[in-house]
C-alpha cells in the first residue's frame, strides 16, 4: 500500500467513526453538557417554534429532550436571582434528567454592572460552552457585590476560558447581541421583573420558594408523561407544551409586572415584627432605628454583609441598634448547631457573649465542625462542654423553632433579610441600600421624638399600624371516616390528615419529621393517613392498594408497618416487592395477591383522592390540621406552629 492510499484509507475511517459517533448520540438524545468548546452547545435541537424559543444559542444544562424546561430570565445583579440559586440547584438534584434549565439574560437597567456582567457570562458562554457559563455563572452570583471587568476575566480563566481570548472578545462585544435578543425576549413574553421562569411556557415569578416550583414541574411531568403516551416525539414536548401552556395564559404577559409593582410596595412597607425579651442587642437601647437581622451562621451571603453591617454601627453610632434572630437553614447541615452555640453563649454570657460569638463564628465560617467551635468557645471564654451538651441535646429547640417560624411568618425565608424600623431589606445589600432605608427611618424616628415619644418607645411607635403576617392558609376537606388508618391518641382533639403518595421522595422526607411529632405530642395528636398517588408515579396506586390490604388484614397495627417498610423500599415498590413485604408482615398471600390482582382497595385510592383534588391539594405531602393548610416536606417548626395553633383553639372550646 502507497502513502496516499493509506493516507486515504485513515481519513475515510476517521470520518465514519464521526458519522458512527453521531448516530449513537443522536440514539441516545444529546446531552447538553458533554459540548465541545467549538460548538458550545452542538447537538441541542432548534426550538425556536415556541413562544418561549430555546436554541444552541443558550447556555443549558439537561437534557435537550427532558420532558420539562425551565426557562431562567435572570440578572447578575439583582439579589433575588442570587436568593434564588440554592432552590434551582435543589431543582437539579430532585429531577436529574426530567429538567433542562436554560438560561436568558435580562440586565435590569438600574443595576449598573448587570449589563456588563451579562455580556461576560455570554462571552465564557461563546468561547467555552455551557459547562464554562454555569462555572462563570455561579462565581458572579457568589461575588454579587465586585462585578468588575478584572474580576470577569480572573472568573473566564477560573470557568476554564483562555483569559487573553476573553477579554478581546469581551472588549469587542462579540458576543453582547445575543444580550440585545434575551432583552427583546423578555419584554415579549412579560418578564419585566427579575427573576422570572416559563416552566413549559407556565410563569412563575420571583424567588420562590421549592414547593412553588415542584407544583409547576410536577404537572407538567405528567402532561408530558400523557404527550409521549399519545405519540408526540420527546424533542417536540417542548414547543408543543409551551405553546398551549401560553396561549392558555394570555394575561401571564402582563401578570409579572403586576407583581413587581406589589413587590416594590411591600419593600416600602412597615412590618410589626416583634423583638423578644431574649432577643441578642447589638448598640444602644433606646436607639432611634432598630435592624432585626434573620440570619444563618453557615450562609455565605451572612457572612459577606458583616463588614456592610459594621460601617453601619460606625457610621451611625447611638442611633442604631441590631437585634439577631436565628433562622438556620435547612439545607446547611452546621448552621443549627452554629446557632445552638451562640444562643448558649448568650445563656452564659448575654449579650456580650453572643456577639462576641456570633464574630468569631462568621470569621472561622466555612469552618464550623465540632472542632472549630471548640476553638472558638476556648477563644471567647465558654464552657465547651456545656455547650456541646446543649448541641447534642437540642437544647434551644423550642425557641430556635420559634424563630424561624417567625421568620416564615414574615416571609423572611432566605438569609440575610432584615426589617429596619420594620422595613423590609433582603439579601448582602451594599451600605449605600441600608443607608438609603436608615436615613428614611431615621428622619421620622426624630420628628416622633420631636412631638414628645420617648427615645426608647420609637420602635413600637413606628411599628404599632404595621403589617402583621396573614393567617395559615385552610382548606375545607371532611373528617376522616373509620376506613383510614390512624395513629396517636384515637380521640384527639388535633387530627392531622395526611395526603400522600408512597414514590414520593418529599413524602418519604418528611416521614422522619412526622414521627418525631408523635412523640412529642403523643396522644394530643391523631394522624390520619390519606392516600393520594400521583398520576406520574406509576408503581404508587398499586403500593397504596396493597398498604390497604395490610389494613383489612391487620388493622392500623399493620397498615403502618407496611407503610413503614414501603418508605424504606422506595424506590422500589413494584408488585415483586410489595409481595416481599407482605410474607415479611406475615400477611395471608392468598388474599393480599387476590386484592391486588382484583383491585379490591382501588375504590378507596381513589376516593380518598378526589377529596384531596376537592380541596384543592395537587401536590404530595400536603396536611390539613384541623383545617390549616401545610404544603410540602416542612420542617418540624411548621408542624408545631399550626398544631400549637390547633391544640390551643381546641382546648379554648
Known sequence: MNKGT?????????????FLMWGVDRKAGPDIQ????????????????ASVPVSAKDPQKGKADAPVT?????????????????????????????????FKHNPLPFHNRARPAAEAAN????????????????????NQQNLTDENFEAWAAQSGVDKAKFKEAYSAKKFAAKVDEDLAL????????????????????????????KEVIDQQLADAKKLVAGGTRPSDVYVTLTNKNQTAQPEQAKAPEKKEAKEEEDDKSVWRVPVASDDPVRGAKDALVSIVIYSDFQCPFCKRVEDTLKQVADTYANDVRFIWKDNPLPFHNRAKPAAIFARYAYSKKGDKGFWETHDALFASQPKLEDDDLKAIADKVGIDWSGAKAAIDQNKFAERLDASVEQANDFQARGTPHFFINGVRLSGAQPFEKFKSVIDEQLAKAKAAVGRGVARNKIYDEVTKEGKEPPPPEKKDVPAPDASDPVKGGVTAKVVVQIFSDYQCPFCKRVEETLKTLEQSYGNKVRFVWKDMPLPFHKDAPLAAEAAQEAYSQKGNSGYWKFHDKLFEAQPDIQRPALEKIAQELGLDMDKFKSALDSGRHKAKIEASTKVGNAAGINGTPGFVINGYFLSGAQPEAAFKKLINRALKEAESK
Do not use: W
Not at 493509506?6 to 465514519?16: D, K, R
Not at 435572570?74 to 434549565?101: A, H, L, N, W
Not at 412579560?190 to 407556565?202: L, Y
Open 70 to 102: 425551565i426557562v431562567e430570565i435572570s440578572d447578575f445583579q439583582c439579589p433575588f436571582c442570587s436568593r434564588v440559586g440554592p432552590t434551582m440547584k435543589q431543582i437539579e438534584d430532585t429531577y436529574k434528567d426530567q429538567v433542562r434549565i436554560v
Open 186 to 213: 423578555a419584554q415579549k413574553v412579560g418578564a419585566n421583573g427579575t427573576p422570572a421562569f416559563r416552566i413549559n411556557g407556565v410563569s412563575v415569578s420571583g424567588a420562590q420558594p421549592f414547593d412553588k416550583f
Open 6 to 18: 493509506a493516507i486515504v484509507g485513515f481519513i475515510m475511517s476517521f470520518m465514519a467513526g464521526v
Open 34 to 49: 458533554a459540548e465541545s468548546a467549538a460548538s458550545p452547545n452542538g447537538g441541542v435541537a432548534d426550538q425556536s417554534a
Open 123 to 142: 462571552t465564557v458562554f461563546g468561547l467555552g460552552g455551557s459547562a464554562a457559563f454555569f462555572k462563570f455563572h455561579d462565581l458572579a452570583f457568589a
